[in-house]
């Protein structure tokens, strides 16, 4: 059984630019969840996707935005980026909406 | 809503001692509740889990977690910590229904002294 894996790993970016991360989620799961944690902080819930379709938000900017695939994989997008994106982004998947989250290993963006 | 609070930024131990991560919510629905820990540079490992049953609840790395509902806490324990056990630790809450989101605290920075 496969894990949840996110691409790439770390990456550096200027203010302004555009960002796509992704995650794979683990076999068997429809439903991905993406958070941001700062450094020195808890992971903060950006929003969740549920067979394709956005499925809660958090308190985050509408720059920030995601798309779910046919297969469950996820993109996060996150346009005009400002410093205070840098962050540690995680992505989680789990079977239907449940309750148990499986993290992946997360991507380190540095805006600069 | 939910929310958690971890009272400890920091908590310096030496090795073999005990130690107890303290953790509380608040919450008006049942909850389900988690530990995590986080080492340097990557990302979030379940610790243990509290979903219904027994209130105590057991890691294999033997760390233990009693839910206490009327004091709305979920502390973690550990009767003799290693020097491997230095991380970061994370308490999370996420709705008992119907839930998609879960919500983290701050976190609680380890270090075992040798």
């Known amino acids: 059984e496969t894990g949840v894996t996110q691409s790439p790993t770390h990456l550096i970016k200027t203010r302004g630019q555009q960002v796509t991360l992704r995650c794979s989620s683990q076999?068997?799961?429809?439903?991905v969840s993406w958070y941001q944690q700062a450094l020195g902080q808890g992971p903060q819930f950006i929003f969740q996707y549920y067979r394709e379709e956005e499925n809660g938000r958090g308190n985050f900017p509408p720059r920030f935005s995601g798309l779910q695939f046919p297969n469950y994989s996820s993109e996060l997008n996150v346009n005009a980026l400002e410093l205070d994106d840098s962050a540690l982004y995680l992505c989680?998947?789990?079977?239907?909406?449940?309750?148990?989250?499986?993290f992946g290993p997360g991507t380190r963006l540095t805006v600069t | 809503a939910q929310s958690v609070t971890q009272l400890d930024s920091q908590v310096p131990v030496f090795e073999e001692a005990p130690v107890e991560l303290r953790c509380n919510y608040s919450?008006?629905?049942?909850?389900?509740l988690f530990w995590y820990v986080q080492y340097p540079n990557q990302g979030l490992q379940l610790l243990l889990k509290?979903?219904?049953?027994?209130?105590l609840v057991e890691s294999i790395n033997g760390f233990e977690a009693e839910f206490n509902k009327s004091q709305t806490s979920f502390h973690l324990r550990k009767p003799s910590v290693h020097i491997s056990d230095t991380a970061e630790y994370f308490c999370a809450v996420t709705r008992g229904s119907g839930t998609y989101k879960y919500i983290f605290g701050t976190g609680t920075r380890l270090k075992v002294l040798a």
């Open positions: 989680a998947s789990s079977f239907d909406t449940d309750y148990e989250q499986y």
């Open positions: 919450s008006s629905v049942s909850v389900y």
């Open positions: 076999s068997g799961h429809n439903t």
């Open positions: 509290y979903l219904s049953g027994s209130t």
